[in-house]
């Protein structure tokens, strides 16, 4: 009898933990398939220098009062923000949390300083690996990361934020972009969010690479020509043909604009042809007549 209950409460803890949502440590050592298709070629990022504690506000004047909005973020690793000393026990988000937004009202008359209106943890230590999702930017130049975070006051709460590589090696700022219907929007500059190799430096593309991005954009360029010559020709015919139609009332090849060029161009064409071919066959004779009448100098 006791064996029976240990077995099935040994079932029940197992289906427990077999139902809970896979929750991992947010990696900083990244992996990614190439925004351009690179097939069998992944991306590392490795986004360890951008550990540590980082913060940006954003302030909205409300006369006669200042609203700012404050985040403190922590991206790596699965420990969470640190207790903020300058706010009171009752202004911090839950231990655990990686970004927390804290919402502030300021107005210069009152003596007891800022008066804190939310504390809304974003991103904690313990949200599911599938509300995490990352990809690479175009040309793979940084990353996307964007986190469904927990409710708050009814609402769900999300991160995206845009981590942008730049070559500026002063560049390193976390930007706050917006706060609106629960989105909390940042933007990252900096070197660090560039593409490493494996072993750590720089990712630099190959001759290859570099010779398929230019084709790439050599071909966009001449597809671009060509649409824009189609839609040319197109506009022009329709057009031509509707105002031959409506003012002199023409049928059949006098709908044609200019129709005594596009009748005559085949045969203009045909000689056009002719012409280089009958220069290109003159000029191979005349070169083995001069080459057959040399003669030794002795």
Known sequence: MLTDRLRSQFISVLLVLLLLPAVLAFDC???????????????????????????????????????EAKVRLR????????????????????DGTKVCLTLLNHKSSASEGARVTAVIPIWSTGTAEDDIKVSTRENDQGLDISVNGA??????????????????????????DSYSDGTLTMTWSTPDACPKAA????????????????GSGVGKFFKFVFWMLFSGLFFYFV?????????YGSRGLDLLPHKDFWVDLPTMMSDLFSHIASNVRGGSSSGTSRRSGYTSLG
């Open 29 to 67: 050592r990244l992996d990614l398939p190439s925004s351009n298709g690179k097939k069998g070629k992944d991306v590392h990022f490795d986004l360890g220098p951008l550990d540590g504690e980082h913060s940006a506000s954003k302030t909205t004047q409300t006369p006669p009062t200042t609203n």
């Open 75 to 94: 991206l790596c690793g699965d420990e969470g923000l640190k207790r903020d000393t300058e706010m009171a026990d009752e202004d911090q988000c839950p």
């Open 151 to 176: 409710e708050y006051a009814g609402g769900q709460q999300r991160l995206k934020l845009h981590l942008v590589c730049s070559s500026d090696s002063d560049d390193n700022k976390l930007a706050f």
């Open 199 to 214: 072993d750590g430096s720089e990712d630099i593309p190959t001759p290859e690479e570099k010779a398929a991005s230019s």
């Open 239 to 247: 057009i031509g043909m509707y105002y031959n139609y409506t003012t």
